[in-house]
């Protein structure tokens, strides 16, 4: 069992920042690949970003590309969003989530989830 924890979220003008973190407990880190997934009211929980979990692959969705970054830091079990140039259509609830093995961009992949944090973004 992988529990996982996200924080960051919060209110931002639109060309602003946000970083988000996702702290994980439980099994062994390190051998998780990582993903952050998002929800706006209405639509499909939909694929931002993952990271492999010796971060050597990386993933973005074309709508996040240049924008924002993924990472980790094994050593302190965290995985972070940094959140730069934020449009009013980034509103949503961010998620994290675990997977064994490869990376993917697919949600079905994701054993664990954290409970979400939310990113409103303001004109």
């Known amino acids: 069992q992988v529990q996982l924890a996200e924080s960051g979220g919060g209110l931002a003008q639109a060309g602003g920042s946000l970083r988000l973190s996702c702290a994980a407990s439980?099994?062994?880190?390190?051998?998780?690949?990582m993903g952050w997934f998002r929800q706006a009211p209405g639509k499909e929980r939909e694929f931002v970003a993952a990271i492999s979990w010796r971060g050597t692959t990386i993933y973005y969705a074309d709508s996040v590309k240049g924008r924002f970054t993924i990472s980790r830091d094994n050593a302190k079990n965290t995985v972070f969003l940094q959140m730069n140039s934020l449009k009013p259509e980034d509103t949503a609830v961010y998620y994290c989530?675990?997977?064994?093995?490869?990376?993917?961009?697919?949600?079905?992949?994701?054993?664990?989830w954290g409970q979400g944090t939310q990113v409103t973004v303001s004109l």
């Open positions: 439980g099994r062994t880190f390190s051998v998780y690949a």
């Open positions: 989530a675990a997977k064994y093995g490869s990376t993917s961009l697919a949600r079905s992949e994701y054993d664990y």
